[in-house]
């Protein structure tokens, strides 16, 4: 990891910690993503199954690798939600997979969006329950393979149908049950930014944060709410705060620029990544 | 108050603490909304602020009045953010006009709906502290008129652009620093149902809590999201926990229905009035 992570000392300092998620240039596959990485002087990316599954896993990390980039995470595991067996299994099955995945990819941990409520159901502690449930199973296979769960929060607006975690302490409380290295949480700036508690709960989340990942929250929330996510700057977060207080915690790993929105996913990516690198290093650094 | 109240013991008990929150049936004027709570034997009705301008103020309060009805809360104050003196000077005195009307139209409480950041500004705790400066700069006047602020937290998507006071948690912090008679807490099931710690939060607002809220929270979330409360049973909430635990905090006032939903809104009022009545029936009480 250091040998690789030098051969990118020699690029702008200030792009030492940034890393490309694959959903923010939605349209490039693997190669195309790596490619633009490293055009860009970027040394790290986060992976999305989908796009690593179409162009080979093993493939999928030989690009990585050869390019010298680092993996700051796998997108994504979770939906583990449902109270149905057979439907649990198969989820269960599938992070087993995903966690595989993520340990051929070299990827230091496996994001989970834990899911929202069954079809039909009301029952938000059972399902928060069966979660819990779930990262039991699943925490000891990933330990045995060198890949840390992390559990992300999302914006209380996914709770019925993407995630029933829904704060920073709400995922602490969880994966503080574990290992600090089996375990950990996703601080991301879109989900949590309105969290009157939230510097108390990154100052306590300290070496559990497994990923800091960085948008915008932009206003009018689109008709697919999961669009809303933006390019820094775009919303209305104020970074600084978060980046210094997820130091202050301790972190010193990768910062994660993700984002989900159309207008993003209809430009040029290369220009995507030039004007995401101009943004992270005026707001985020 | 007990007088009026005991006009309506020969309905049917179990309306007995039901209100029509005006905004349910969003085209009847209040004239036509007292009539539609008379003819479906609802004792109480939440009155907002615009119709009872159009219908004026003291007629309106005459029109309640002589109806027999109790005024469960007067919608709306609030939007207290700006940080512009001359911006923050207005809202302060609009907040005092409607603290005014509410103590003529003898209603209990006045719903504050903080507001959320000034336009283009990024400072989430500057807008919070603002907040609490412009309550306690309220509070006593309202105290001296007989009406209670109710602090509502807002569901969280609506941070940035309606109400930075996300959770009950929050609303209770600011609330405990004046006395309960004169500061209370809304608690609507709409914005606060994601929340992992509601159940302490509820128990712990007490005598705090001025007004109970009841609607659904439905998905997908429309393109205007204040236009997601919907009909309960339309939607992921399950009610009857929140009413047992709102009784058992020692809240023994009126339950709103409060539904802003185009679809709701485009439907005979009086058919949306008796599906209300039997929804509340069936899944609140």
């Known amino acids: 990891m250091s040998e690789r992570k030098n051969q990118h000392s020699a690029g702008d300092p200030r792009l030492a910690r940034l890393s490309l998620n694959q959903k923010t240039t939605n349209r490039w596959s693997v190669a195309e993503a790596v490619d633009g990485c490293v055009r860009a002087g970027i040394p790290a990316i986060g992976l999305w199954r989908e796009p690593v599954h179409d162009a080979g896993l093993e493939r999928s990390a030989k690009l990585v690798r050869d390019a010298g980039l680092r993996v700051s995470s796998l997108c994504r595991g979770g939906f ?37 409520l069954p079809a039909g159901s009301r029952d938000l502690p059972g399902a928060r329950a069966r979660v819990a449930d779930a990262v039991a199973e699943l925490a000891p296979y990933a330990g045995e393979r060198g890949v840390r769960l992390a559990l992300e929060p999302l914006h209380p607006m996914y709770c019925a149908d993407r995630a029933v975690l829904s704060t920073l302490s709400q995922a602490l409380d969880l994966a503080e049950q574990f290992p600090v290295d089996l375990v950990g949480v996703v601080v991301d700036t879109f989900h949590i930014w309105w969290d009157p508690t939230v510097w108390a709960g990154i100052s306590r989340a300290g070496r559990r944060i497994a990923s800091f990942q960085v948008c915008d929250f932009n206003l009018p929330i689109p008709a697919d709410a999961l669009l809303a996510r933006g390019m820094m700057g775009d919303g209305v977060i104020e970074f600084r705060p978060f980046r210094v207080a997820v130091d202050d915690a301790g972190y010193a790993g990768d910062i994660e620029v993700e984002i989900f929105n159309a207008d993003v996913w209809a430009a040029d990516p290369d220009e995507v990544v030039a004007t995401m690198i101009r943004r992270y290093v005026d707001l985020v650094l």
Chains 1, 2 share one sequence.
Do not use: F, K, S
């Open 80 to 116: 583990l939600t449902a109270a149905d067996p057979a439907e649990r299994q198969a989820a269960l099955d599938d992070n087993r997979r995903a966690i595989d995945e993520a340990a051929t990819l070299e990827a230091p941990c496996l994001v989970l969006v834990v899911g929202g």
